[in-house]
């Protein structure tokens, strides 16, 4: 591999200078040993002015307070990456990925450290964009249950005595009510960005999961051809999890079946006798 003149340590010189993102070299004191042409702009500071300065001078006491714990662990000799919403004067008021690496001196303890900073601000942009998204299709997705709900409940009232009917009005109320504790849970986008999407665990009856399986897998049954019928669980049955994710679970081997094997000819017992136990 040629090397331009000047040598090896003029070669990694142009590529610090030429970096897209910020790097710094600083001392277990936390004074800036190195620094380049990038991290020098974002600070509105002249390289040299920088070098021998201490952070807290460049960032301020604020800024140095929230970044001193990370500062802790890399002189413990930890690799530390975090993002953080930072204000530089030559920057502006944008978020950064920081990736700090110790060094070690001749001694065997660390004696600073290495850090890389990544203007992040498009991705956090880009974050936003989508969250926004999220919510106004959860509005949207929202709008249509209250009618289907109120078209369900009316057929309650109508009372038919068509077990089929009765099935199908079931099927659809547990559905809805699957679709509004999904609906409740991606409305709340701020959980969601912050990593904590939370799923209601409760106990639910086994022979309840099961039916929900059956329900989403019933197209792919009838359309191979098939009978299912299913035994009553024992009433102790019972798992803790989220009701879809159970129902899920189930549906998978349920669905694939019919897939995996031929199709026979459809029976000509009457439609009624090949609908899911319940």
């Not at 912050?194 to 009838?222: C, T, Y």
């Amino acid at each position: 591999m040629a090397i331009a003149k000047g040598g090896p340590q003029e070669a990694a010189r142009v590529m610090t200078d030429t970096f897209a993102v910020a790097a710094v070299r600083c001392d277990r004191e936390g004074r800036f040993l190195w620094v380049n042409p990038t991290y020098a702009r974002w600070a509105a500071r002249a390289p040299e002015k920088i070098v021998g300065a201490r952070i807290v001078d460049i960032v301020g006491t604020r800024a140095m307070a929230e970044i001193q714990p990370f500062v802790d662990r890399i002189i413990r000799g930890e690799p530390v990456t975090y993002e953080r919403l930072v204000e530089l004067p030559g920057l502006g008021r944008r978020w950064v990925k920081w990736a700090y690496t110790p060094t070690i001196g001749a001694a065997g303890r660390v004696d600073g450290w290495v850090a890389t900073g990544m203007d992040i601000q498009e991705a956090k942009d880009a974050e936003r964009k989508r969250d926004e998204f999220l919510a106004t299709l959860a509005h949207e997705l929202r709008n249509p249950l209250a009618p289907i709900r109120n078209a369900v409940a009316i057929l309650g009232r109508k009372g038919s005595q068509d077990p089929e009917v009765a099935w199908s009005q079931g099927v659809i109320e547990r559905q809805i009510e699957q679709l509004s504790r999904l609906i409740d849970d991606l409305l709340d986008i701020e959980r969601i960005s912050r990593g904590k999407f939370m799923l209601r665990r409760s106990p639910v009856p086994l022979e309840v999961a099961i039916d929900m399986a059956l329900e989403a897998s019933r197209p792919q049954i009838n359309a191979a051809g098939h009978h299912l019928c299913r035994c009553c669980c024992p009433p102790s049955a019972w798992r803790s999890m989220p009701t879809w994710r159970a129902s899920r679970r189930f549906s998978r081997p349920s669905s694939r079946t019919p897939r995996a094997t031929c199709r026979r000819a459809a029976p000509s017992a009457s439609p009624r006798a090949s609908r899911p136990a319940r």
